[in-house]
């Protein structure tokens, strides 16, 4: 079988102020009337049909909304993909000792659905054939130096056209290499997009995460015998002691056998305003306005207003958002420093508004 | 008697989202818990304890509520202040043909009550001595360009210390003439505070805008025969037709017997953001705050907020106002502006946040 995982356990904050502890950005309607969750549930079915989301617990409930068909576990303590893959995979090879991963972000946007579905479709297909670990690599549009990356190696046409060995992978890399990565056309972005067997996935958690591994073997026991209290029990016992580390910096970079199936298809982390703000059309006037908003005298400002009016005279290139009880301003082009204000906000004594 | 008449018409845009359509600037409580027009009305009240206030017919229910003593006019339309000025004038000498009236804007903040009540006391004071028309001449702190000024002349020592003719007045000068009355001393803000016989104000309308005259000569008619129906129906009936002209412009400028009062009592006309900004204290980062608000990396920002969190990063010298469902963002230093956006506003079908 084929699962598709769904990695729901953001906090979101690079969203304030539509993002909330409470409502993270994988439960927001970017751009659009879906919410990011239910969008990567959608475009996945055709590939993958089976679904389960891995989420904290309680966004448990809103994640079955949005998600009716899926399996959904409950993190009992966030602790970063690496034990959130874990604890998928745990399940799946109880149910399935063949079961094959295709491990997604919840809260990222696709703009050429189908041109993904092909790709997602060659990720499994090599992951089923071979022992690999399968990755998609985003053919970059800017030298981004926020993001992953990874160096393709040689062809692996034994496992499908379009795939690749990757000769390694490359953390956030300062704004020359990314401009050279860029120009030399063998580097791609890591979309956190992996494709495995979920028996595979735990051998190399025991070779690289031995304690984790252990601690997941108590909950796969219990599993195996079928006894779902005991299961739970384990969780709740184990879980909040695992390491938190992501899937990325805890397994990928030290697996031996990983591939990757270049792709294009509109992708975004939708990791910021900005970034938001690329997925909206222009108004015409070198603004970008969701909700009600007007733009005197200026340009290349963002604009969201999930409720009433945002009106501006006179500034230009500021991001301003509205959204609940919370306003945020600030440069567009400083759109990754939502966190500074997140943190003066906790400061004040106002984290009621996060 | 005295009379304070409040002169409480205005439609205020200016400070736009506070101030709406249905909610113009003297209903706002700025920089407190009282609004301006409960402000002006208690501190008028040791000087001129009879009041009466007119207004726009649909503020008349929130005009009592905030001077729950006083006589209320409701105006059938806006005809700026010489017509709601004569329009009091004709009420009060129905009343009593010696009343002298104070006329007072419904919007103005002032920081030294005890101050202003002593300059008050020595218009009034003034206007019951002789046959004038008293203002007040405000110590210009700044050379503002956005109000008229008058240019004392010399000592009018029969009605009373600190009482000056009124050589003439400038409207709204340019820049280097209002540095150079700043500079001169001799030179003062009007700020649209009249002391006069209502008597003799219903004479200057009779010699400068005779048709306005007339017509309020039809609603006085009604009053003195004691009928209130019809003189409610006089004026239905001839104030809308009255031409729309301010008593500065229309009267003021062209009277004859006019003298001013030089006072200093921190007064503001409340008539932009940065208006109010000077009222509130700095928060000791250069940022002026009112209600719930974190500014990180920026200063001379001035927030405010009525409900709510207003967080801004790395921006400076803003104007960020969220009142009711709107937010208004624009530099500090076009405070003006607000009337862009308004207009904004309107051309996009968004007047109903007007």
Same mark, same amino acid.
């Not at 729901?8 to 690079?14: D, E, H, I, M, Q």
């Not at 009992?76 to 993909?81: F, I, S, V």
């Not at 992708?267 to 910021?272: F, I, N």
């Given at each position: 079988m084929r699962c598709a995982v769904i990695? *729901?356990?953001?906090?979101?904050?690079?969203?304030w102020p539509a993002s909330r502890?409470?409502?993270?950005?994988?439960f927001l309607a970017v751009?659009?009337?879906?919410t990011l969750l239910a969008a990567t549930v959608r475009r996945l079915h055709a590939v993958a049909p089976d679904v389960m989301i891995v989420t904290a617990a309680d966004q448990v409930a809103a994640a079955r909304a949005e998600a009716p068909g899926a399996v959904i576990l409950a993190e009992? *303590?966030?602790?970063?993909?690496a034990a959130a893959l874990g604890l998928a995979a745990t399940h799946l090879v109880a149910r399935d000792p063949d079961a094959v991963i295709g491990a997604f972000p919840a809260d990222q946007h696709v703009g050429d659905e189908a041109a993904f579905g092909a790709v997602v479709e060659r990720a499994f297909s090599a992951a089923e054939r071979g022992d690999v670990i399968a990755t998609i690599g985003l053919t970059p549009t800017r030298p981004e130096t926020g993001f992953g990356w990874l160096e393709l190696g040689g062809a692996r046409l034994d496992l499908g056209a379009g795939v690749h060995d990757v000769a390694r992978f490359v953390e956030k890399p300062d704004a020359a290499h990314a401009a050279a990565f860029v120009a030399g056309g063998r580097h791609l972005w890591n979309g956190g997009m992996f494709f495995v067997r979920a028996a595979r996935l735990l051998a190399e958690l025991e070779r690289q995460l031995p304690a984790t591994a252990a601690g997941l073997r108590e909950i796969g026991l219990a599993l195996a015998r079928g006894d779902a209290a005991a299961a739970a029990a384990a969780t709740a016992a184990v879980y909040p002691g695992l390491v938190s580390v992501s899937i990325d910096h805890g397994v990928m970079e030290q697996a031996s056998g990983v591939v990757a199936v270049p792709g294009s298809f509109g992708?975004?982390?939708?990791?910021?305003w900005a970034a938001v703000a690329e997925l909206l059309a222009d108004d015409g006037n070198g603004n970008v306005r969701s909700g009600d908003a007007v733009v005197v005298d200026g340009s290349g400002n963002v604009v969201f207003t999930d409720r009433g009016v945002v009106a501006l005279v006179g500034v230009s290139g500021l991001a301003v958002v509205r959204a609940g009880d919370a306003v945020l301003v600030l440069p567009a082009d400083r759109a990754q420093d939502v966190r500074a204000a997140v943190d003066a906000l906790t400061a004040a004594g106002l984290s009621r508004y996060l």
């Open positions: 990695l *729901a356990g953001g906090s979101g904050t690079r969203l502890r409470a409502r993270p950005k994988q751009g659009g009337v879906e009992p *303590a966030a602790r970063n993909t992708w975004s982390d939708v990791g910021s």
